[in-house]
């Protein structure tokens, strides 16, 4: 059965760089599509992107200037980093499995990581 | 870019049937979606595909309860026989090439 952990610090300074890890079990980092998905206390889902294992990612673009992401096969983890944060992207940070082509959905969520931005 | 509209709240009694509807740009009215239930507290689930002839293909274990259907732009969440549990955000989601997009979601109550 495929599962998804998110993993990083539950706080982080304004200004400074997020960082989320997501742990692949049960199933393998190269094949699909994988996602970060993030969502404001409150309000609802936010694609921020994906990586493929092919290494191509694609990204959301009111936040691409401040996304970085990579895959670590050898460890089933992929990486998120959002720089220059504010208050603004205070949320529960989600990872997800995308199928890609035809089947462009996340079909496997991990449960979330709760991140705050403040000082 | 693709837009997907969704009611903010519906609301339907324990035992009853409720529909909900996820509405896309009209430019986008043939795209396949996807939804997706988030209970209290929880991370979403992926419940179904849904293309715009209705066909859907469900996640692993989801109920009977959960159907899909499509008219239009309009793509429909259909629960029947209401549990408790179905209390949720319910979010559609789409695709278009190398972008996703979420509908604003809708918030279930069961009465």
């Known amino acids: 059965q495929v599962q998804l952990q998110e993993s990083g610090p539950g706080l982080v300074k304004p200004s400074e760089t997020l960082s989320l890890t997501c742990t692949l079990s049960?199933?393998?980092?190269?094949?699909?599509?994988w996602t970060w998905i993030r969502q404001p206390p409150g309000k609802g889902l936010e694609w921020i992107g994906y990586?493929?294992?092919?290494?191509?990612?694609s990204r959301n673009p009111s936040l691409k200037s401040r996304v970085t992401m990579s895959l670590d096969t050898s460890k089933s983890q992929f990486s998120l980093k959002l720089s220059s944060v504010t208050a603004a992207d205070t949320a529960v940070y989600f990872c997800?499995?995308?199928?890609?082509?035809?089947?462009?959905?996340?079909?496997?969520w991990g449960k979330g990581t709760a991140v705050t931005v403040s000082s | 870019q693709v837009v997907l509209t969704q009611s903010p709240s519906a609301s339907a009694s324990l035992g009853a049937s409720v529909k909900l509807t996820c509405t896309l740009s009209?430019?986008?009215?043939?795209?396949?979606i996807a939804w997706h239930q988030q209970q209290p507290e929880k991370g979403p689930r992926f419940l179904m595909r849904?293309?715009?002839?209705?066909?859907?293909i469900k996640g692993d274990g989801i109920p009977d309860r959960f159907s899909g259907s499509s008219s239009g732009a309009e793509r429909y969440l259909t629960i029947s026989s209401l549990q408790s549990e179905d209390e949720a955000d319910y979010y559609c989601?789409?695709?278009?090439?190398?972008?996703?997009?979420f509908g604003g979601g809708t918030k279930l109550t069961v009465l």
């Open positions: 997800a499995r995308d199928k890609g082509g035809t089947e462009a959905y996340m079909d496997v």
């Open positions: 049960g199933g393998s980092v190269s094949t699909y599509y």
């Open positions: 990586i493929h294992y092919s290494g191509s990612t």
């Open positions: 009209s430019w986008h009215s043939a795209y396949a």
């Open positions: 849904l293309d715009s002839d209705g066909s859907h």
């Open positions: 989601q789409t695709w278009d090439r190398d972008q996703r997009a």
